[in-house]
């Protein structure tokens, strides 16, 4: 197991603690596995883009969204943050409706950076979107 501690579904929505982007796309947390977390969208007007699809800035949120998280299971919470500092998505094939699934899984887990491939597909199983994101590791109370 790669993360700081045992965390249910339950302590990850947890970390939610205000109204934020998260409640305002319904982004949830799905799966936690050993070593990946899922996490689903859906698509829908909140998520659309002009066109009646799926935003690509939808996407990069979740992603960024999967990373971070991810990474705030592999630290002390108590005592450092993690927090996005670098993400690439490259957007693959458009969804009109249902849901997105984000799949994060670690590429490399430093002391002070974490590096996160996250898989974006389909209710049908279709590759979305592919993203890599680099999350900051730095101690409370540093800046």
Sequence with gaps: MIWFKPYSIEDI????THDNILDRLGIEIGEVGTDFIKLRMPVDHRT?????????GASCVLAETAGSIASLMCIDADTHYAVGSAITCNHLRPVKD???????????????????????????????????LTCAVTPKGSA
């Design 98 to 132: 249902g849901f997105v699934t984000a799949t994060c899984r670690p590429v490399h887990l430093g002391r002070t950076k974490h590096v996160w491939d996250i898989e974006i597909r389909s209710d049908a199983d279709k590759l979305i979107a592919k993203s890599e």
């Design 48 to 56: 659309h883009q002009i066109h009646g699809i799926l935003h690509g």
């Design 13 to 16: 929505r947890n970390f939610n």
